[in-house]
């Protein structure tokens, strides 16, 4: 339970000439109290600073390891308070160690809570969060599925989309018509009917084939950089056609079948 109050108000009188007659300080206390939680003004300073305060999207940084050239760590928070953590040991495995929880603003720092683990502590500082210790940082990152480019797939019921380079391709899924697949240097693409795809908690995996050739589409749930943009992906694909292996990122825009 707070209390705001103490509010100043000085009140001069003025005679019909503009000379100030008498001159007194009047203290007013406002005793409105606030149960539980401070509530701020909409629009106002303070509850914006508030809203800062909060994690929101997806952060990214690198933290030193023994044996490997560093942990890759990307952190992404969700409103509903929950949390998906991925930590990628570069030069030591391809395989991120994924875990989630859940998080929660307190003493001025975020904590985050995981089954069988002491919780994370960051410091929020603009657009970085910090660890006790200051020793690294984790950066905000822009989520792909924010670029405006994807708009219009979107709005002609694309489902999911996948982009690569070295060579150039990109990938659509609509999950109720068909699954395209092109080569930046190709005449025309590839196009399949869509069939229902096999799913484990690891990957989405989408068997095909074109005319005699085997189409296989891997979706794993990871996160990703094109290496192109600043854009950070929630999903990492591999196609497999023609005897080539083609590798990209991917971003989900409507009611896509993922690993769970």
């Not at 909060?54 to 940084?61: D, F, R, S, V």
């Not at 030069?91 to 003493?107: F, L, N």
């Not at 070295?166 to 190709?186: G, Y």
Request: hydrophobic share 35%; glycine share 6%.
């Amino acid at each position: 339970m707070k209390s705001i109050c103490l509010i100043s108000v000085s009140i001069i009188i003025f005679s019909c000439n503009q000379t100030p007659v008498n001159e007194k300080t009047v203290f007013v206390n406002d005793t409105t109290h606030v149960q539980d939680t401070v509530i701020f003004v909409k629009d106002s300073t303070m509850a914006a600073s508030f809203a800062d305060s909060l994690p929101n999207g997806a952060y990214q940084g690198m933290y030193p390891c023994k044996g490997c050239e560093g942990i890759q760590q990307t952190i992404l928070f969700t409103p509903d308070k929950k949390y998906r953590l991925e930590e990628l040991a570069w030069g030591k495995s391809a395989v991120p160690k994924k875990t989630e929880g859940i998080w929660e603003r307190k003493d001025g720092r975020i904590w985050m809570y995981q089954p069988g683990r002491a919780p994370m502590k960051f410091f929020l500082r603009k657009d970085s969060l910090f660890t006790d210790s200051l020793q690294y940082a984790l950066i905000k990152r822009e989520l792909a599925t924010l670029n405006p480019s994807w708009k219009q797939k979107q709005n002609g019921g694309i489902d999911f989309i996948g982009v690569g380079n070295e060579p150039f391709w990109n990938l659509e899924i609509d999950n109720e018509k068909m699954i395209l697949f092109k080569l930046a240097d190709w005449k025309k693409p590839v196009i399949v009917p869509v069939e229902k795809p096999t799913v484990t908690k690891d990957s989405t995996l989408y068997n095909l084939s074109s005319e005699g050739s085997p189409l296989r589409i891997t979706v794993y749930p990871q996160f990703c950089s094109d290496g192109m943009s600043d854009f950070l992906y929630q999903y990492k694909v591999v196609v497999s056609f023609k005897g080539s292996t083609y590798k990209g990122c991917g971003v989900m825009l409507g009611n896509f079948v993922e690993a769970k």
